[in-house]
């Protein structure tokens, strides 16, 4: 899209979508893999530490990463390797109004490689996980392997709400390669449950096993007596499993790779329910009401309870501790979260 105002803002708007249509241009080549964590910047501001090696493991950094090495624009019919791949081009909206009380971000005010991101999100990669902006999309690599994360963060301090109790989200997603067991995450939103100062409530949108698969998650966000900045998921040596660990597996549905699919997701946490839709169409067997269908650890008819708000919003790629055959790249672009239905861009 073309930005036409200030993005990541909350929008004074009244309008439910936007509306306009064009055609979004490829992502530029950005060049060879991207390097490993560099030293630790500051939470979400100061500089990210200078590139290190493609190796997993080491402290998370909080600022994006450019990628290293010069390299050339690669084909565009897809492929496996993640460091040779570019996403098409996609039909996509241009920048019309935010909608009204929603978070929205196209990525492309951004300068491109740059560590402006940081300006306006919270950045938080561990496992050798990389963060950029391709000029006109997010892009995301993480490598093979267990606890890798490439995360866009939005929090309060205040434990305050970024998004309603019931919101809804869409985000353009491009994803090279589906990991054949490994859990994997795309959004997430929780916050601290009722009754707590430690407790978080977390439900997340992503897959395992080659399939869909919704999440929730209750787990102390003290580790050490400290509270340190973390993604969905827990870094080595945190405490772990999470006293309470659900979901709702899919049998059926999955996510197409090598091409753009308009990723959709909703939560009510009054009722609780999570629901999910792509390229418009509704994932039925996603769709949760109340309580999921498995539970790792906790009560297995355990309620889905809410946080008391939703405080904390996560966009980007996470694969958990199984460990995934395949090293990811995805592209994430035209961001609108909200409390009304966005829908999928105008072709």
């Known amino acids: 899209m073309r930005p036409t105002a200030l993005l990541l803002v909350t929008c004074g708007l009244t309008v439910a979508a936007c509306s306009a249509s064009g055609s979004k241009k490829s992502p530029m080549g950005t060049g060879g893999a991207s390097g490993g964590a560099g030293a630790t910047g500051g939470a979400g501001a100061g500089p990210a530490g200078a590139p290190g090696g493609a190796g997993a493991g ?3 950094t909080m600022t994006p990463v450019d990628a290293g090495g010069a390299g050339s624009s690669p084909p565009t019919d897809g492929g496996d390797d993640v460091t040779t791949t570019t996403a098409p081009d996609a039909a996509d909206a241009p920048a019309g109004a935010c909608p009204a009380g929603a978070l929205c971000d196209d990525f492309e005010s951004y300068t491109m490689g740059t560590l402006d991101l940081a300006t306006r999100w919270t950045l938080y990669t561990y496992g050798g996980g990389a963060l950029q902006v ?14 890798k994360y490439a995360d866009l963060i939005k929090q309060t301090a205040d434990d305050s709400a970024v998004l309603p109790l019931k919101h809804y989200g869409r985000v353009m997603v491009w994803l090279t390669a589906m990991p054949s067991a490994a859990h994997w995450a795309i959004n997430q939103a929780g916050g601290i449950l009722a009754g707590t100062t430690d407790m978080t409530a977390k439900y997340s949108w992503g897959g395992q096993n080659a399939k869909l698969l919704p999440g929730y998650a209750q787990r102390s966000r003290v580790i050490g007596g400290a ?5 969905g998921g827990p870094q080595d040596g945190d405490p772990n499993p999470a006293p309470v660990d659900c979901s709702t597996p899919t049998k059926t549905e999955t996510v197409a790779t090598k091409r753009w699919v308009c990723w959709e997701w909703m939560v009510d946490g009054a009722t609780p329910e999570v629901h999910m839709w792509l390229d418009g169409q509704p994932q039925t067997e996603a769709d949760v009401v109340g309580k999921g269908t498995a539970c790792a650890t906790g009560p297995a008819d355990g309620t889905w309870t809410a946080p008391k708000a939703f405080s904390k919003i996560i966009l980007g790629w996470e694969t958990y501790t199984q460990a995934s055959e395949v090293a990811n790249e995805v592209w994430l672009d035209d961001l609108v979260m909200g409390p009304e239905r966005i829908g999928c861009p105008t072709p």
């Open 58 to 60: 080491g402290a998370p």
């Open 134 to 147: 391709d000029g006109t999309s997010l892009h995301v690599t993480v490598p093979a392997g267990g606890r």
């Open 227 to 231: 509270t340190p900045l973390r993604g």
